[in-house]
C-alpha cells in the first residue's frame, strides 16, 4: 500500500516555514549552477555564431588566433587563386584578406583601458559575413581613415559613437557607422578598410585569409591542397571551428570556477535539507508509528519521506531557474584569453540546461532526504508508537 502525494504534500505545507528556508537554500544552489551553464552556453554560442561554416579561415601554421599569424602577400594571392573557391558575381574570388591588431581604448566613464580588436576588411569580407547588418550610419569609404563599430563596441567605450574620432596607428580615424553582428564576436570588433590599417600600423603582412569553398564538402581536399603546398606556410580550419577554439581556455575557466561554486554551495544545502528531514522525522514519530500499524510498509515509509525530500528539491530548483532566467536580458564582457582582447556576450538559457539544473536540484534532494527516509523507513511500530 502506498502512501498518498497529496499526504506528502499536506506536510510541507503544514512546516511552511522549515520548507521556505530550506527550498531558498537549494534555490541559490540551482540559481548558481544555472548560470554558470548559460554563462557557459553563451560564450560558446557567441563565438560559434561568429563564424560561418561555408567559410574557411588561413592562417600562418601553428598560430592560434589571427592576432599571432602573419600571412605574406603572395602567400595569401595563391591561397586565394585555388579553384575551389567560389566566385562572386563580379567573377572574383569570395576571398578576404585581413589585418588583425590589437589597441587599448578606455571605457565609457572610466579611465580603465581594455584591449579591442580592430580589423581590416575589404568589401569581400563583408559579403563573407552575412549576419553583419549596418544598424546606424553609412559604412567606410575604401581608402578613407574611416571606421565602423560593432554595437557591443560602441555601448562600452568611449570614443566609439558615430561622429567620434579615435586615434591609433598615428592617425585620426572617424566612427561613421555602427553595424549589429546577431551577438557574435564581431559585435566587440571595429572595422577599417584592410589597406589604410596596414599602413598605419606598418604591417607588411595580413593576418588570414578569409574563403568561401564552391562546395562546403570540399573542405578536406582544400585544406589538405593547402597545408601540403611547398609555398605555403599556412593551415586550413572551418570559420566556426576556428572561433569555437578561441572559447576553450575561457569556457574550461568559467566552468570550473563554476562548478567549484556550484558543489561548495550544494553541500551547505544538501545538510540543510537532511536536517530539515532529520527534524521532520523526529516530530512524526508518532505519525509514523501509526501509518505502520494501518499496514503501510517500510518501504512505504522510506519512499514517503524520499518524495517529500525531491519534492522540496524540485520546489527549489524551479525558483532558482526562475530567477536565473532573468539573467538572459544582462550581458557580460571579459578577456577573451586566447586573443587577451574585450569581449562582450550574454547569458543563454536553453532546455538541456533546464534539465541538467532540475536533475542537479533532485540529486541534492535525494542526498540529503535518503538517510533521514531510511531512518524513517526502519522505525518498528512499538517504538514508535511507545515515544508518542
Known amino acids: 500500500m502506498k502512501i498518498p502525494l497529496s499526504y506528502i504534500a499536506r506536510n510541507l505545507w503544514t512546516r511552511r516555514l522549515t520548507t521556505l528556508l530550506t ?48 600571412v605574406y602577400r603572395d602567400q595569401a594571392t595563391i591561397a586565394a587563386s585555388h579553384p575551389s573557391i567560389a566566385l562572386g558575381a563580379d567573377g572574383q574570388p569570395l576571398a578576404s584578406k585581413e589585418t588583425v591588431v590589437l589597441i587599448a581604448l578606455n571605457k565609457r566613464g572610466t579611465d580603465k583601458p581594455a584591449n ?49 574620432t579615435l586615434r591609433f596607428g598615428q592617425r585620426d580615424w572617424t566612427v561613421v557607422g555602427t553595424f549589429d553582428a546577431g551577438n557574435s564576436g564581431f559585435d566587440s570588433e571595429i572595422w577599417g578598410d584592410a589597406d589604410q590599417l596596414m599602413q598605419a600600423f606598418r ?16 573542405f578536406d581536399a582544400f585544406k589538405k591542397d593547402i597545408e601540403s603546398d611547398p609555398r605555403l606556410t599556412l593551415e586550413a580550419k572551418r570559420e566556426q571551428t576556428f572561433y569555437a577554439d578561441q572559447s576553450k ?16 554551495f550544494s ?16 516530530n512524526r514519530v508518532a505519525e509514523i508509528g501509526t501509518l505502520r500499524a494501518l499496514g503501510f510498509k517500510r518501504r512505504s515509509i522510506l519512499a514517503a ?8 528539491a524540485l520546489i527549489g530548483g524551479v525558483v532558482g531557474l526562475f530567477f536565473a532566467s532573468f539573467m538572459q536580458f544582462l550581458s557580460f564582457s571579459t578577456i577573451n584569453f586566447q586573443s587577451f582582447s574585450e569581449l562582450a556576450f550574454g547569458f543563454t538559457l536553453n532546455p538541456a540546461i533546464v534539465a541538467k539544473s532540475l536533475l542537479f536540484a533532485l540529486l541534492m534532494g535525494f542526498v540529503g532526504g535518503f538517510l533521514p527516509a531510511l531512518r524513517a523507513g526502519r522505525m518498528k511500530i512499538v517504538d514508535s508508537l511507545r515515544a508518542a
Open 23 to 70: 527550498a531558498a537554500g537549494l534555490a541559490l544552489v540551482v540559481f548558481v549552477f544555472a548560470t554558470v551553464l548559460m554563462l557557459d552556453e553563451g560564450l560558446k554560442k557567441t563565438l560559434v555564431t561568429t563564424g560561418e561554416y561555408d567559410n574557411v579561415v588561413l592562417i600562418r601554421r601553428a598560430s592560434e588566433t589571427e592576432v599571432q599569424s602573419g
Open 116 to 164: 579591442v580588436v580592430i580589423r581590416g576588411v575589404s568589401p569581400v569580407g563583408l559579403a563573407l559575413r552575412p549576419q553583419v547588418r549596418l544598424s546606424a550610419g553609412r559604412m567606410f569609404r575604401p581608402g578613407a581613415s574611416e571606421i565602423i563599430t560593432g554595437s557591443g563596441i560602441a555601448k562600452r567605450f568611449s570614443g566609439t559613437a558615430i561622429g567620434e
Open 203 to 218: 604591417r607588411p603582412v595580413y593576418s588570414s585569409v578569409i574563403v568561401r569553398l564552391n562546395d562546403s564538402h570540399d
Open 249 to 264: 581556455a575561457l569556457s574550461t575557466f568559467i566552468s570550473i570556477l563554476g562548478m567549484t561554486l556550484s558543489i561548495i
Open 267 to 282: 553541500i551547505g544545502a544538501m545538510i540543510g535539507a537532511m536536517i530539515t528531514m532529520y527534524a521532520s522525522v523526529a
Open 305 to 312: 519521506f524520499l518524495t517529500e525530500s525531491l519534492l522540496l
